[in-house]
């Protein structure tokens, strides 16, 4: 996952039947001496892209996986998969024709928080209350991980539990394909469909991205060497989905100390030039650093 034009994107490829996927491949325990190995060779493989750093993400063994590339059937063994982050500071366009970096909120566009409830939220909440009816655990957890009572709050980490309720409720489109039903009364959300369980697997990543930003330094994994502080914020807001105070946000940085001035101007703010600064690094004695808050806007 990068940034790309203050958005959030995620390298995908093309699956035979045209749905994007995200980058993967077998292990072969004769030939890959680790997971982490296979991994980094079939994403170039894939993609031309070599990934830098990388974290193992968890490990999907749900009954009914199965690859994108697997044709479905009632044969069809269970395939277990090994999910990994990975961050990058650049977006460089891959050079295999079926790769793309693809936007996240394209692929989950109820995330997307930036402007308040947008008329999309409308449409997932109308949805999820129709669904929903008059079952009390159903309209607690749409209440709950929707924010649709002032008693709740957003809480931008629990990505996969929104889209696993929405799945639930066979309001995306994959959870009419892998019952292999057509939809009907009520059509699936907007959000880019994606092969298999890749857009699950995406969710757990997004929301373990959007927790490690409050107690690890990751958002510099995402940035250039050099940034003003209205593109820090713009890169922290495109990951979290949030709208951020800009006084309040300026602030926590100053305070966490993670960043320090270069002694050089950006003039390509469009306005008065800006002063760039740079990441710190890790505690040169514990080989920490925090993490930063994220002041929403009210």
Same mark, same amino acid.
């Given at each position: 996952?990068? =940034?790309?034009?203050?958005? $959030?994107?995620?390298?995908?490829?093309?699956?035979? #039947?045209?749905?994007? +996927?995200? %980058?993967?491949?077998?292990?072969?325990?004769?030939?890959?001496?680790?997971?982490?190995?296979?991994?980094?060779?079939?994403?170039?493989?894939?993609?031309?892209?070599?990934?830098?750093?990388?974290?193992?993400?968890?490990?999907?063994?749900? @009954?009914?996986?199965?690859? /994108?590339? +697997?044709? %479905?059937?009632?044969?069809?063994?269970? &395939?277990?998969?090994?999910?990994?982050?990975?961050?990058?500071?650049?977006?460089? $366009? %891959?050079? +295999?024709?079926?790769?793309?970096?693809? *936007?996240?909120?394209?692929?989950?566009?109820?995330?997307?928080?930036?402007?308040?409830?947008?008329?999309?939220?409308?449409?997932?909440?109308?949805?999820?209350?129709?669904?929903?009816?008059?079952?009390?655990?159903?309209?607690?957890?749409?209440?709950?991980?929707?924010?649709?009572?002032? #008693?709740?709050?957003?809480?931008?980490?629990?990505?996969?539990?929104?889209?696993?309720?929405?799945?639930?409720?066979?309001?995306?489109?994959?959870?009419?394909?892998? @019952?292999?039903?057509?939809?009907?009364?009520?059509?699936?959300?907007?959000?880019?469909?994606?092969?298999? #369980?890749?857009?699950?697997?995406?969710?757990?990543? =997004?929301?373990? =991205?959007?927790?490690?930003?409050?107690?690890?330094?990751?958002?510099?994994?995402?940035? /250039?060497?050099?940034?003003?502080?209205?593109?820090?914020? @713009?890169?922290?807001? @495109?990951?979290?989905?949030?709208?951020?105070?800009?006084?309040?946000?300026?602030? +926590?940085? &100053?305070?966490?100390?993670?960043?320090?001035?270069?002694?050089?101007?950006?003039?390509?703010?469009?306005?008065? /030039?800006?002063? =760039?600064?740079?990441?710190?690094?890790?505690? *040169?004695?514990?080989?920490?650093?925090?993490?930063?808050?994220?002041?929403?806007?009210?």
């Amino acid at each position: 996952m990068t =940034l790309k034009d203050r958005r $959030a994107v995620v390298l995908t490829t093309q699956t035979e #039947d045209g749905v994007r +996927a995200l %980058p993967f491949g077998p292990f072969d325990p004769a030939r890959d001496r680790t997971f982490e190995r296979a991994l980094r060779d079939f994403v170039t493989d894939q993609t031309g892209f070599r990934l830098g750093f990388v974290e193992q993400l968890y490990t999907f063994g749900d @009954a009914g996986r199965a690859s /994108p590339r +697997a044709a %479905p059937g009632p044969d069809q063994m269970r &395939e277990v998969s090994v999910g990994y982050l990975a961050l990058t500071s650049e977006a460089a $366009a %891959p050079p +295999a024709h079926d790769a793309q970096w693809t *936007p996240v909120f394209d692929i989950f566009p109820w995330e997307d928080r930036r402007c308040g409830r947008s008329t999309l939220q409308g449409s997932v909440i109308g949805a999820l209350l129709s669904w929903a009816g008059a079952d009390e655990r159903r309209l607690g957890r749409a209440r709950a991980l929707f924010a649709l009572t002032p #008693d709740h709050r957003w809480n931008e980490e629990r990505v996969l539990e929104r889209y696993e309720l929405l799945y639930e409720a066979r309001l995306v489109a994959e959870a009419w394909r892998d @019952a292999r039903q057509t939809p009907h009364d009520v059509p699936p959300l907007p959000g880019a469909v994606m092969g298999s #369980d890749h857009r699950r697997i995406l969710a757990t990543g =997004l929301g373990r =991205l959007r927790s490690k930003l409050k107690y690890r330094p990751v958002l510099f994994d995402l940035t /250039p060497e050099s940034f003003t502080l209205s593109e820090l914020q @713009a890169a922290a807001e @495109a990951v979290s989905g949030l709208t951020l105070h800009k006084q309040n946000f300026r602030r +926590a940085v &100053e305070r966490a100390g993670l960043v320090e001035p270069t002694g050089r101007m950006s003039s390509a703010t469009g306005g008065r /030039p800006a002063e =760039l600064f740079r990441f710190k690094g890790l505690d *040169p004695e514990t080989g920490a650093a925090p993490g930063l808050s994220l002041p929403a806007q009210r």
